[in-house]
């Protein structure tokens, strides 16, 4: 029922008819009462909280894969970083709502103000990426933990001041990363 209710908030939201709709018209496109929805979210912040938390988790736990993912091939770091944060930056560009919690710009009444906010998901980025840089998965050094915060911080930068190309912003996060993060 949950996830019912957060996909057609999505849908709404994708839409840009989140705003103007009620409670009962997200209960019946759902296909759940009213009251179940004011018992499970409270109300329509409560459903736009729920799925900034749920959205934001696909984005992090997307990274972390992608990261493991290159890892495994036997990459080094500096690549691993790169394939996670560019996951990151595109990921974010082709879902609107992620795009706008990252950037701040309202779209069918979430923005920055919703969910983690620009500085919790970086924050949370950066723990997770710094969680798996180490030896054998480990917490990395603080060169390392401070090398993966600058390439997350540039990632973020590109979204809310876009580079020329897709293809140029990834080719400067990797040479930062290369840069930053040697094996």
Do not use: K
């Amino acid at each position: 029922m949950r996830d019912s209710v957060l996909n057609v908030a999505l849908g709404m939201h994708a839409e840009g008819t989140w705003r103007r709709s009620a409670m009962w018209q997200i209960a019946a496109a759902a296909g759940v009462s009213r009251q179940t929805l004011y018992n499970e979210f409270g109300d329509r912040d409560g459903i736009t909280q729920a799925l900034l938390e749920r959205e934001t988790e696909w984005l992090l736990d997307g990274a972390v894969r992608r990261w493991r993912q290159v890892r495994e091939t036997g990459a080094e770091h500096a690549d691993s970083l790169t394939a996670a944060t560019c996951w990151v930056l595109e990921a974010s560009h082709s879902h609107p709502l992620l795009h706008d919690l990252l950037t701040g710009h309202g779209h069918g009444g979430a923005g920055a103000s919703g969910g983690r906010g620009l500085a919790g998901v970086m924050t949370d980025l950066c723990r997770r990426l710094t969680d798996t840089v180490g030896p054998g998965g480990l917490p990395g050094s603080s060169d390392q933990l401070r090398a993966v915060e600058a390439v997350v911080r540039m990632t973020l930068s590109y979204l809310l001041v876009p580079a020329e190309s897709p293809q140029l912003a990834r080719s400067q996060i990797a040479h930062a990363a290369r840069n930053l993060l040697p094996d």
